[in-house]
């Protein structure tokens, strides 16, 4: 029985492409319309794990991943960093010349802003990178072209106009890996976790005092409307240590003192954060 991994996105895609990076080429890919189907189908144990986006180096946080967080029973387990590499890709026979309108996922539009600029195409939002190459090859569109990966264009058949059009080099996706089981400890971890604080002066300083004063590194804080109370916030907070480790252990039990809600979304392993 091969292992199963839900992601967004049509075969292609980046998410699966950080599949094969952290489990191997030897798994079952499931595609999925939304992050949402993937988080679903990992709680319906439709599959094994799912791999879904939460920041990219350039244009920040996935915020539907950390707003589906908050609501699901699925654990964060593994974490993976992968370099994205845009291509713009159209069918064998179309020039860069003749490109009017580029399709993609919103986020590779915007690591791309200037390049397709620079072209004076117009672009045009879609669910997904390969997604687009996709529909570009059963459509047969002659005057359009897709933002995706390379091997969106080995897989579809398709040709490469350019390669590396991102605006920045170091342009990084960083991925979690979740599951309904946790996963098994290891020393080099990090952990995840949401919190919400009183409305009251001093309580958010207080409770990353927590993590301070036991000498814990916090890597990421992202904040997140309740959407239950006007400029009240879901604080989520990424850092080094597991849950099962003395001091991470003092510092959640001090966090709680401070903190209206706590939810521990995991530990995992942590990815290499060689960026070179």
């Known amino acids: 029985m091969h292992t199963t991994v839900a992601f967004q996105g049509e075969k292609g895609a980046y998410s699966e492409e950080a599949i094969f990076h952290f489990f191997g080429e030897n798994v079952q890919t499931m595609p999925c319309k939304s992050i949402r189907d993937v988080f679903k189908n990992c709680e319906a144990r439709v599959v094994d794990y799912g791999v879904v986006p939460v920041e990219n180096s ?14 699901s029973s699925v654990k964060a387990v593994g974490e993976i960093i992968l370099r994205i590499r845009h291509c713009l890709i159209a069918l064998p026979d179309v020039s860069l010349s003749e490109v009017e309108t580029v399709y993609s996922h919103p986020q590779a539009l915007a690591q791309c802003r200037g390049y397709l600029q620079s072209l ?15 529909m570009i090859k059963e459509r047969g569109l002659r005057n359009a072209a897709a933002v995706a990966s390379e091997r969106a264009a080995e897989i579809y058949g398709m040709k490469i106009l ?5 605006d920045y080099g170091h342009n990084y ?7 309904v089981k946790e996963a098994q400890y290891t020393p080099n ?14 309580a958010l300083y207080n409770a990353l005092g927590a993590f301070a004063r036991n000498g814990i590194n916090l890597t990421k804080i992202e904040s ?5 109370r006007p400029w009240e916030y879901y ?3 990424d850092f080094e240590g597991h849950q099962e480790d003395e001091h991470v252990k003092k510092a959640l039990a ?20 060689d960026l070179s």
């Open 235 to 237: 604080f989520f907070v």
């Open 120 to 134: 004076g195409v117009s672009v045009e939002v879609t669910y997904d990178t390969a997604g687009s190459v996709k």
């Open 189 to 202: 971890s990090k952990t995840s976790i949401i919190f919400s604080t009183a409305h009251k002066p001093g």
């Open 58 to 71: 350039i244009e920040g946080s996935v915020f539907e991943t950390y707003d589906m967080f908050l609501s």
């Open 224 to 228: 997140r409307p309740t959407r239950q």
């Open 254 to 273: 001090e966090l709680a003192s401070y903190t209206s809600f706590i939810k521990v979304l995991g530990s995992y392993p942590r990815a290499s954060t």
């Open 162 to 166: 350019a390669k590396g059009i991102e």
């Open 173 to 179: 996706t960083r991925f979690l890996v979740i599951s």
